[in-house]
């Protein structure tokens, strides 16, 4: 039967198109068995990383060449890797560009894994971890242990985690906040001690996106930029923050550091009206050295009146606003 030619076959593997399992054996046969089938598998991809692995190796080495150029898969000397739930697969060859990895991100939806393998990442410079549990109280011992590890050279760091997880967040920050450049918290939590820990542990941080819960105060973020004097960027993500749109930018134009330039905050428009944002110009425009701003506001809402327009508009003009969004 492997001596049929491609039409024969995939007349045969075309009936099937539902039975993925033995689609994926008709991959390992040989190569022209490999061909015809992969056609039907990518009629409909949903495919794992271990499958998309199997199909990759059993390319010739022109198409692998192909793919390594265009940036489609990793070259053999790993630079970075994006992981999902089923990451626990590639764990053993993961292992062997411990030296080489300098980037990784890891998502979980439903399965989740030992994050203790990454500690051997000794030259890891941006870790992404989003994970969301179906049950929140189940036990998650084994993610304790990244409260640990100490990597060196890491300049970003973005977290997405349930509630529970804030105390490790925490303890990571206060064991690699050092260099940090870039971090960004989605936590799902009032994000207290992690802005906290951002105001102690990251004085080279240039650019961070956070929440601000209904703890925390203008002085946190008047003492955020005073520790952070190199930061350039910031995104806020109002929580029940008793902190108001207006007290925001007057502790932006007042506090922020010199080269602090982009300012991008959710749910607070509605609440700013013409005054507000003329002082902030004002202000802004009176900061010496004077850069321009790049101001977005996020979930603004239907409250888009003409004088507000104004305001912008002639602050646009004069180059105290670079780029404004609403």
Not at 65 to 73: P, Q, V
Not at 99 to 116: A, C, F
Not at 188 to 216: M, W
Request: glycine share 4%.
């Amino acid at each position: 039967m492997s001596q049929l030619d491609a039409d024969c076959l995939n007349e045969i593997f075309g009936c099937l198109e539902k039975d993925k399992a033995t689609l994926y054996s008709c991959l390992l046969v040989n190569r022209l068995w490999c061909q015809v089938s992969v056609r039907i598998l990518w009629k409909e991809p949903n495919a794992s990383t271990k499958v998309l692995n199997t199909l990759i190796i059993c390319l010739p080495d022109e198409s692998k060449n192909f793919l390594y150029s265009n940036g489609i898969i990793l070259a053999p000397n790993l630079k970075s890797l994006y992981a999902s739930d089923d990451y626990l697969y590639i764990i053993p060859s993961l292992m062997k560009h411990s030296d080489t990895l300098i980037k990784l991100s890891i998502k979980g939806e439903e399965n989740h894994w030992p994050l203790s393998f990454i500690k051997v990442f000794n030259n890891l410079q941006e870790l992404n971890i989003s994970l969301s549990f179906i049950n929140e109280d189940e036990d998650f011992e084994y993610f304790k242990d990244l409260q640990h590890f100490t990597f060196p050279h890491l300049r970003k760091l973005n977290v997405n985690l349930p509630t529970k997880f804030e105390p490790i967040v925490v303890k990571f920050l206060e064991n690699n906040g050092e260099n940090l450049e870039e971090f960004q918290s989605r936590c799902k939590c009032k994000n207290s001690s992690i802005n906290r820990a951002v105001n102690d542990h990251c004085p080279k941080l240039k650019s961070l996106h956070t929440i601000f819960g209904e703890n925390l105060s203008g002085l946190l973020l008047r003492n955020i930029f005073k520790k952070c004097k190199k930061l350039e960027s910031i995104e806020i993500f109002r929580r029940g923050s008793n902190l108001s749109g207006k007290e925001l930018l007057k502790i932006v134009a007042e506090n922020s550091p010199k080269n602090f330039h982009e300012l991008k905050f959710h749910n607070y428009y509605a609440e700013l009206d013409v005054e507000d944002l003329k002082s902030f110009f004002i202000s802004w425009k009176k900061r010496n050295p004077q850069k321009s701003l790049t101001l977005n506001f996020k979930n603004v809402g239907s409250k888009k009146n003409n004088e507000m327009k104004e305001i912008i508009n002639e602050y646009e003009k004069i180059g105290v606003i670079k780029i404004l969004k609403v």
